[in-house]
Nanobody, 119 residues
């Protein structure tokens, strides 16, 4: 399994960014995909998730109405469109896929992409 995030960077408050996560090594269209983020000194938190066919999404309260998760199963890629960015959105953003096995839940993460919101 490989997850490769891209699209992070420095943006001013109120600006927008689109993150991408290219997946390989598993049948992408079969699994829920998620974005998490982690700021220094804080635990990693779920930002958004999307079901396998893209029919249902879920967002953290802190990003509802500002972020949109989507996916392209033909490209094995999941996106996170971020708008009206705030300084508190500054974090490393990680792509995630996980599934249950007989030995427990296997979780896979990308390397992360840094998003910094600052003037």
């Amino acid at each position: 399994v490989q997850l490769v995030e891209s699209g992070g960077g420095l943006v001013q408050p109120g600006g927008s960014l689109r993150l991408s996560c290219a997946a390989s090594g598993f049948t992408f269209s079969n699994y829920v995909m998620s974005w998490y983020r982690q700021s220094p000194g804080k635990e990693r938190e779920l930002v958004a998730s999307i079901t396998s066919a893209g029919g249902s999404t879920n967002y953290a309260d802190s990003v509802k109405g500002r972020f949109t998760i989507s996916r392209d199963n033909a490209k094995s890629t999941v996106y996170l469109q971020m708008s009206s960015l705030k300084p508190e959105d500054t974090a490393v953003y990680y792509c995630n896929v996980q599934w249950d096995t007989a030995w427990g839940t296997r979780r896979y993460w990308g390397q992360g992409t840094q998003v910094t919101v600052s003037s």
